[in-house]
């Protein structure tokens, strides 16, 4: 059944768009004319058609030729604005023949933005949290934990620190690691991003970071997110990880120092307190926002003259979590469903759930079904009920096809690999892309120079209990076996690279290692994903490999030994 969200009216459309114009500012109206005039009759045809047939609803009701108005309701629903541009540089432009023209309108628009003074905005509702982390970096001990549970935005805030810390900077994301020493490769490529040193171990991470401090003469900041599985729970391995983390730590802030006044400041960010450090570290737990300014921070994203009658009930069921407020506003901001019906279908979902959850525990005894195994993952009833409407409201079911199948990145990915998995046009894969964006599917570092798109581990969690559901059973299959397509003929072109530049092999292998691991592990999880025959012997040699050595040092000693091999046979060959 094709699930369709109720949108505006024709005729409220016709008046939205008139009464929002002054939210527009005439330089990027100017800009949104200027560059349909760089589009031939055939090809607004063609991008109008596009946008219609992804969005659906009050995009459909838009004229043939009208690209304009389309790129109207963009700006106005949050997909284009002065800051976020990709729409018309990565969509529109690759539709157009004219793609230098276009360019040249959005470079200049760019640049004269920057001889404006914009005011940045602040994060909203955790100043005292994070002048209360930043009075503790400035103090001793040198490390502090920020923690606390899914969905808070512990990733945001650090991230903001990042920016206000008076020194030099560094943040590490080590979602997925569980090997010391791909710690020290995310450390390092974020140390020396100009890869001038190719040795990933401890030494060089320290000596690094004592040049860096040296160089900047202040307190140097680096954090480290994610890092629960090195945070130290019962089991004997999380224990091993826990100590040889701790021990890479003290390490920095005893050795990396120059002298008493330039000290290195660590920040870990996990879900649960992080163990074994209490005496050299400091602790900051992360609570829910009260609810005074999740209601002010809602209402500042539908927009101030937008009144909610059920504003007090929505931000209860968001409980103080910025992702779940982040799921509500799009719906409320876009006009997809009046708050009245948006709570409404979420108390009734609850109510599914609970029965759902009690049917389950008579018949199986203490398991949980499979209707509420996101509450693990530190979601509740209500919270779930706000993915899922999240996700039913999608514009089309395009949308709601390809957000189960980005499910499957374990990191910041591009348009490219997103456009192979989700077999489309690049250009194409931009539009939902930055759909799922505008709803907060997902996210774009705004710091980073290139753009990557990157997923909640919440929101993927979700997503991926969704793609395991029957009714996007088959989508699902389709986008794991793109996956394991494109990364099998990545690491072709990995193994390619072995006897002419092992280093350059490996990091490429390294930088993506969760993406290459899941498109291992799929062939074997997966009764109904076929693998191609020359997959298949790769697949096994990698486990083999993974099975006999446990040792990474070993098992990289083998790969060299390998990539040696296959450069004497070579030399063999040449000379006979």
């Known amino acids: 059944m094709t699930l369709q969200p109720k949108m505006a009216s024709l005729e409220t459309l016709g008046e939205e768009v008139s009464a929002n114009k002054e939210k527009i500012s005439p330089h990027l109206d100017e800009l949104l004319r200027a560059v349909t005039a760089e589009l031939s009759a055939e090809e607004i045809s063609s991008v109008v058609s596009s946008i219609k047939n992804t969005f659906k609803g009050n995009f459909e009701t838009q ?20 800051q976020n541009l990709t729409l018309l540089e990565r969509f529109v432009s690759g539709k157009s023949s004219k793609k230098e023209g276009i360019k040249q309108r959005i470079e200049s628009f760019k640049l004269s933005r920057q001889l404006e003074v914009t005011p940045r905005q602040e994060l909203k509702g955790r100043e005292t949290d994070l002048r209360a982390v930043m009075a503790k970096l400035a103090k001793e001990p040198p490390i502090v934990n920020l923690y606390g549970s899914g969905g808070l935005g512990k990733t945001t805030l650090g991230k903001e620190m990042c920016l206000k810390w008076p020194g030099k900077s560094i943040a590490v994301d080590l979602r997925g690691v569980t090997e010391m020493k791909d710690v020290y490769f995310h450390v390092m490529l974020e140390l020396d991003p100009q890869k001038s040193i190719i040795k990933y171990d401890e030494n060089p991470v320290v000596e690094q970071l004592r040049k860096l401090i040296k160089e900047s003469r202040c307190d140097m900041l680096l954090l480290l997110d994610s890092v629960d599985q090195f945070s130290g729970d019962h089991s004997d391995h999380a224990k091993i990880l826990n100590a040889m983390l701790i021990g890479f730590l003290k390490r920095l802030v005893d050795h990396v120092p120059i002298d008493k006044n330039l000290r290195l400041k660590v920040l870990l960010i996990s879900r649960t307190r992080f163990h074994g450090i209490d005496q050299q570290a400091q602790y900051h737990e992360l609570r829910a926002l ?40 799009p719906i409320l901001r876009q006009r997809i469903e009046t708050a009245e019906k948006l709570l409404g279908t979420i108390e009734h979902e609850i109510a599914m759930l609970e029965s759902q959850e009690k049917a389950t525990l008579s018949e199986h005894g203490t398991k949980e079904g499979e209707a509420v195994d996101s509450l693990s993952e530190g979601i509740d009833k209500e919270q779930l009920s706000c993915f899922r409407k999240m996700f039913f409201l999608l514009p089309s079911d395009t949308f709601r096809n390809s957000a ?13 690999v997103a456009a192979f998995v989700l077999a489309a046009e690049s250009s194409d894969a931009v539009i939902l892309l930055e759909g799922l964006r505008s709803r907060n599917v997902l996210s774009v570092d ?16 979700f997503l991926e209990s969704v793609g395991n559901g029957p009714v996007f059973k088959e989508t699902y299959a389709k986008a794991k076996e793109s996956f394991c397509k494109f990364y099998m003929m990545k690491l072709e072109g990995i193994a390619s690279m072995l006897d002419k530049d092992y280093m350059s092999a490996f990091q490429s292998f390294d930088d993506d290692k969760l993406n290459f691991q899941l498109a ?7 009764d109904y994903l076929h693998v191609a025959k020359e997959y298949q012997e790769k697949i096994m040699n990698c486990y083999l490999v993974e099975a006999m050595v446990e040792d990474s040092t070993q098992r990289r000693k083998i790969f060299k030994s390998w990539a040696e091999a296959v450069e004497e046979d070579g030399k063999e060959g040449r000379d006979n």
């Open 290 to 329: 009260e609810k005074g300014i999740s209601k002010e921070i809602l209402q500042s994203a539908i927009g101030r003259s937008t009144k909610i009658p059920q504003m007090d009930k929505l931000v209860d069921l968001c409980k103080g979590k910025p992702l779940v407020l982040d799921i509500i506003a």
């Open 63 to 82: 004229k043939e030729q009208d690209l304009y108005s389309c790129l109207q309701l963009f700006t106005l629903q949050g997909l284009l604005s002065e």
């Open 446 to 461: 705004p710091e980073a120079k290139n753009v990557l798109y990157d997923i909640h581990p919440l929101m993927r969690s």
């Open 404 to 416: 189960v199948a980005i499910s499957l990145f374990r990191r910041p990915f591009s348009e490219e």
């Open 520 to 526: 291992f592990d799929l062939p074997f999880k997966s």
